[in-house]
């Protein structure tokens, strides 16, 4: 498995990260839901406190009162009780629409709308206790277990904390009026929410990174892999689209690593150009790097920017770039014509120092 594992050097085509998504299999983080939920649900009680405690307060004395004009008291308790608790409850109501909404728009903003039906289905595979000891001992499995414990530590944290400050107001609520108990009630809440939020916020983004990492590995694929996806999908444009973004991602790479070891570029001047290097234990000059239009002006920027010397010379550009491969050494046909510009370059190199 291991083997397995090391072979997959390549990054995922775009059909395989779609067959994925369908399954349900994307990078996203639900610690980030939670702290941006915890923050959402402390600045609301901030800033609604006031108004929550008139509410409150104005059916607490509706209720009671009420309560205290009924004969058979004992007989009305249960039920004006749950009265006031709707009504309490209602109160919030705005507060889990928002809280909703703002779950929906973070999901949305980690991994777009996605339906997946294959995500929900049984996956018997699952009760193989085989797979069950593999992802116990997994680094998936060691992370989980340490943001879990980190968690746990600062719930305990933020609540001893909020309360601890609180603790001589709160000890005086029991001797003091209900809008003082619930005004108090409504500080130590918001309190651990907003700093629970805080250090969660901080515990999501380090998840969502980790996420991302482990599904971008998970997803990696093996060459074989994508040459047997490349035949079977051969024609498909998102395809063909991925793999020349590869391979204009690896020429790119290329040229910053070799076109400043080189002896000279050869232009076309400006749809084709070719770095050339040369030294005296080789053979013949090596074509290095290669290019033509957007690639081409890649290389004579870096040659700028590396004092490697721009020489025009459009038959031999042309030649080069049709003929020799990177890597390979130039033919014996361009010896002259490539003796000539490297005689130039020489010349000029002479004449500076």
Not at 253 to 277: G, M
């Amino acid at each position: 498995m291991a083997g397995d594992s090391q072979d997959k050097t390549e990054q995922a085509t775009p059909r395989r990260l779609q067959e994925a998504r369908k399954k349900g299999q994307v990078a996203k983080s639900t610690d980030l839901n939670g702290a941006i939920l915890l923050l959402i649900a402390g600045l609301y009680l901030l800033f609604t406190k006031d108004g929550l405690i008139v509410q409150v307060q104005k059916y607490y004395f509706t209720y009671f009162n009420s309560y205290l004009s009924q004969r058979n008291q004992e007989y009305y308790f249960v039920q004006l009780m749950i009265d006031f608790a709707i009504h309490v409850f209602a109160i919030f109501i705005p507060l889990l629409i928002l809280l909703m909404v703002v779950a929906l728009g973070v999901n949305l903003a980690q991994v777009g709308f996605m339906f997946s039906p294959e995500a929900i289905k049984p996956k018997f595979d699952k009760l193989n206790p085989l797979n069950g000891l593999k992802n116990m001992f997994g680094s998936r499995a060691l992370f989980e277990l340490v943001k879990s414990l980190m968690k746990i530590i600062i719930t305990g944290w933020v609540i001893y904390t909020a309360v601890k400050g609180e603790m001589a107001n709160l000890l005086a609520i029991f001797h003091s009026p209900p809008q003082t108990l619930l005004s108090q009630v409504l500080a130590v809440a918001i309190k651990v929410l907003l700093w629970g939020a805080t250090v969660y916020l901080g515990i999501a983004l380090l998840d969502l990174l980790y996420q991302r990492y482990a599904f971008k590995k998970q997803m990696k694929m093996s060459k074989q892999e994508v040459k047997d996806e490349f035949k079977q999908s051969e024609g498909d444009p998102q395809i063909k689209g991925w793999l020349k973004r590869q391979q204009r991602q690896l020429l790119s790479n290329l040229v910053r690593k070799e076109v400043p070891q080189a002896t000279v570029v050869v232009t076309n001047p400006t749809h084709y150009a070719v770095a050339l290097k040369y030294e005296q234990d080789m053979d013949a000059p090596l074509v290095v790097a290669k290019g033509a239009d957007q690639l081409a002006k890649q290389i004579r920027e870096i040659a700028g920017q590396h004092d490697v010397p721009v020489i025009e010379n459009v038959e031999v550009a042309r030649f080069l770039y049709a003929n020799v491969e990177i890597g390979q050494g130039i033919p014996i046909e361009m010896y002259k014509a490539v003796a000539e510009i490297l005689a130039m370059v020489f010349r000029l190199k002479n004449q500076k120092i």
